[in-house]
């Protein structure tokens, strides 16, 4: 009874999509492209020569279909951040996962289908750090439009995509993160809809603006596209009320301040209620969550709110921003937020088939030899005592479609083994379709030299309840939110601490859970769940004739 309640909504959904479905087509070229930024020319690669990318706007039920043609000398995928892919895993994009790179010169359509799903999720890159720069917005409506809002439609809606600008090429970081075994550098910036703002050494950088008007109510859509920051953000002299986190609708929340995670999305209404006629700052900062002192970036970026009207050079108002170490600001954003339960959305499962503790860190290892920069020690992370490794000559869907050995293991382990050491391997745990999985994610206290740090840890092809978190080690009495959790498809697991989340492993395929730091995933914080099909229809069909290639 309980997994037909669970159906239910998703039988209701289909049956909506298919009375009024539409096809949203896109084109997307990726290529190289000249620009200057931070008083410096630049070549960077981008869709479209745009930063952000271009803005995916669909309605729930619709197909999404996006040609790319790789222009760029780089291998590259594309992963639709948050989308179920319900039997199209093909086309997650999660590099070395569900696909092979689509090579330079090379082209690939993306073609899924949006199910149960309404609110603001992003696209980006999902190989190396060139989801810097190549990353935009992916919009869902409501089938009955904003009528489909749970509450008053805003008179308008605002992206605001936040993310980070390095003054080198992208690649080029991330090769000599290797090299020294410690990480990618400091970026030189933090952007807000790709522009630095002005409150950076170049006059001129550029200052995202918006007009609004007075006494009107808007939709922020806020993503965080940064590459290994968690951010504040505010808009000086203005509140918001959060309604939506990761495309799922929350209890609304009040709040002067936005914190979110590489990779989360928060939508807040915000009413244009300050003084008419003016013009007011919104910034954003690093929260800077380490235990141990690091160099971070210590800007902040700024863009401007005009209200209509307003004289021309009128001085715009600076919200005050917390200090980049506020965690009790930071917390009690993150844990005070709760989901809004609906009829028409998936209930929280009561019955749990297969129970998880995933322990996951970062911690040192021997310089590779490859490594030629690197002193003393190299960085390594780990779940359950995994690194994970990438597979070089198969995708792990494309190698578990064909039965092709030797690709992949299934004997990743359901809890921390008592074993000494870190394994590099490419293993994934197995489950079967329609398990309910609970998972308690803990993060491992570091060195006293790496101290810890928070964790964005994402899941591709579902969303999850989030049920419980706290510091420390899990406490297994712990109290549950089983009323009204929130649902997530990127989590923040505190430094030192737990979070639990439950999901519906309903959705044939392999789908990774990793770190959404990216300094964090090539060291290895990563595991790959393996799904196996259902009863019919819920088998993965076979992969499209342009799927790319490994070579």
Known sequence: MERAAMLFPLVLALCAAMASAAVVEHNFTVGGMNISKLCMDSVIYTANEQMPGPTIEATEGDTVVVHVVNDSPYPLSLHWHGIFQLLSGWADGAHMITECPIQPAANFTYRFNITGQEGTLWWHAHSSL??????????????????????????????????????????????????TGLGPDVSDALTINGMPGDQTSCRGAGVYEVEVEYNQTYLLRIINAAVNVELFFKVSGHNFTVVAIDASYTEPHATDVIVIAPGQTVDALMTASAAPGGRYYMASNVFESKTVPIRFNTGTVTGIVT???????????????????????????????????????????????????????????????????????????????????????????????????????????????????????????????????????????YSSVLGTENHPIHLHGFNFFVLAQGLGTFDPNATYNLVNPRVRNTVIVPGGGWTVIRFVANNPGMWFMHCHLDAHLPLGLAMVFEVLNGPAPDILPPPPEDFPKCY
């Not at 749970?150 to 080029?172: F, K």
């Open 130 to 179: 060139l989801r810097a720069t190549v990353y935009g917005a992916l919009i869902i409506k409501p089938r009955n439009g904003t009528h489909g809002y749970p509450y008053t439609p805003p008179y308008d809606e605002i992206p605001i995509i936040l993310g980070e600008w390095w003054n080198r090429n992208v690649d080029d970081v991330e090769k000599d993160a290797h090299l």
């Open 307 to 445: 209200y209509k009207g307003a004289p021309n050079g009128t001085a715009a108002s600076m919200p005050a921003m917390p200090a980049p170490t506020d965690v009790v600001t930071a917390g009690k954003f993150y844990w005070s937020l709760k989901g809004l339960v609906r009829p028409v959305d998936p209930p929280l499962p009561e019955t749990v088939d297969r129970r998880m503790l995933v322990e996951f860190g970062v911690d040192q290892a021997p310089c590779a030899p490859d490594q030629t920069r690197c002193r003393g020690f190299a960085l390594v992370a780990f779940m359950n005592r995994n690194s994970f490794q990438f597979p070089r000559n198969a995708s792990l869907l494309r190698a578990s479609f064909d039965g092709v050995p030797g690709v992949y293991t299934d004997d990743f382990p359901s809890s921390p083994p008592p074993l000494p050491g870190i394994r590099k391997a490419t293993s994934v745990k197995r489950v079967n379709h329609s398990d309910v999985v609970e998972v308690v994610l803990q993060s491992r206290a």
